[in-house]
């Protein structure tokens, strides 16, 4: 019975991969998953794999956004950004939500004196 399914050797998965063929069109050539092509293509050493070490390095390195809290204020140019907790009907809570309107530059410096800098409000 010949199977249809099956990952290519390395020689013709290597040629394949020299040819510009991308892992998905190769499995979808091949009736797999692309998670098969790249197992093989790792083991075959043809690709680098990334190893948890590595995804964790990597995450440790991202920076870690400033959490939202209520009150804060958040100014750009030409609007200023307000976080508010708003009922939410549908989850019966609330959520914190951001107010986003436009800031005249006529009351951006007296909003600028009173909370200080592009961030502030009641936690400043």
Known sequence: MDHKRR????????????????????A?????RTSAVRLHAV???LIGS???????EEARARAIPEARRRGDI???AGRITFTRETHVAGRRGIELRDLSLPCPLIY???????FGGTRGGIHA
């Open 74 to 76: 958040t100014m750009s």
């Open 28 to 32: 979808k050539a091949c009736g797999v």
């Open 108 to 114: 951006q410096g007296a909003i600028k004196e009173k």
């Open 7 to 26: 990952v290519p050797e390395e020689a013709k998965l290597s040629a394949l991969l020299r040819k510009g063929k991308s892992l998905d069109e190769i």
């Open 43 to 45: 083991r075959y050493g």
């Open 50 to 56: 990334r190893t948890g070490s590595v995804r964790l």
